[in-house]
């Protein structure tokens, strides 16, 4: 089994705060000759202690791809946050990851609770390290502008629609992957064929509204202007995610797209007419081809 030292926590956004864990947790693996690691969880914790969870900024598959891809993590362990873990004591919940997972060391931040009743702490953690010699690092909080960096503050940017703002405290644009489904074809005969995805449920919902995106698919990346709401001049009835791929020709249904969000260009409308929806989604490519000029 490779040894592996693993940061510790929920990784929701993986935002510049979590960054500052990937980073302690890759200087400490080049130290000591191990692999780097991950430990998350499935679900969010609140889900089961208090009943009811935040909105997500990621989907978990999205969430372990930033970790692995973006940030070079060499491996995710993604437990379920159930009863069992609840109840586990906090040190054995660490004795369990250096059996099963071949944890060598660990990096948490200084607010980080593990363990029954949250008795595991970043102290707790510093001193079970210390009498087995294993490396471990606490990564105090990280501030922008003042601010604490938190996955809290991130969600109410993107409910925002601030999507500048959630780049910054993210270190990365808001993502979203989904699959592309099949639509009424609508767009296709106003001259903007466009990719449909259903908005993942659980997720923090982004302002209603026109975005500029990078959309990314295998063969490459590709500026995009996208609608998230309800469709209100076709009498939409559930929340989708529309993407025209402005350099893009090609089937894309059934494929796994990713949109990397980068502005918002206006709020969801109804329209007349759709010339005028057609005029207006247009006149919106334009503006996306402006605003993400440089950024592919």
């Not at 679900?43 to 940030?71: K, M, Q, S």
């Not at 629609?161 to 405290?169: C, E, L, P, Q, V």
């Not at 982004?206 to 698919?217: E, T, W």
């Not at 209100?232 to 989708?240: I, R």
Request: aromatic share 10%; glycine share 10%; hydrophobic share 40%.
């Amino acid at each position: 089994m490779d040894k592996t030292i693993y940061a510790l926590g929920f990784f929701d956004g993986v935002h510049i705060g979590h960054q500052a864990l990937l980073r302690a947790c890759r200087n400490l693996a080049k130290e000591h000759g191990t692999r780097t690691g991950v430990v998350t969880f499935a679900n969010h914790p609140d889900a089961l202690v208090f009943g009811a969870a935040p909105g997500l900024i990621n989907t978990p598959e999205d969430r372990e791809l930033l970790l692995t891809v973006d940030y070079a993590m060499d491996t995710v362990v993604t437990l379920p946050f159930d009863r069992t873990l609840q109840d586990t004591p906090w040190d054995a919940f660490l004795e369990n990851l250096i059996l099963r997972f071949g944890a060598a060391g660990f990096v948490c931040g200084e607010d980080f609770r593990f363990g029954h009743r949250g008795e595991g702490s970043a102290d707790t953690l510093s001193a079970f390290c210390r009498e087995r010699g294993l490396p471990y690092a606490v990564v105090p909080e990280q501030l922008l502008e003042g601010i604490r960096v938190s996955s809290t503050y991130i969600r109410g940017l993107i409910e925002a629609g601030d999507m500048g703002r959630t780049a910054d405290f993210l270190g990365h644009p808001y993502r979203l992957t989904g699959t592309v489904r099949h639509g009424k074809q609508l767009g296709r005969k106003l001259g903007f064929p466009t990719a449909n995805m259903a908005f993942p449920e659980g997720l923090a919902r982004p302002k209603f509204g026109v975005y500029a995106c990078i959309a990314r698919l295998q063969e490459g990346d590709f500026p995009a202007v996208t609608n998230l709401g309800l469709r209100p001049t076709v009498d939409g009835q559930s929340v989708t995610v529309e993407s025209w791929l402005l350099d893009y020709e090609g089937e894309l249904y059934g494929r796994e797209l990713t949109l990397d969000f980068h502005s918002f260009l206006r709020p969801e409308r109804k329209f007349e007419t759709l010339d005028a929806m057609r005029d207006e989604i247009f006149r919106n490519a334009q503006q996306a081809r402006d605003v993400l000029q440089g950024k592919q």
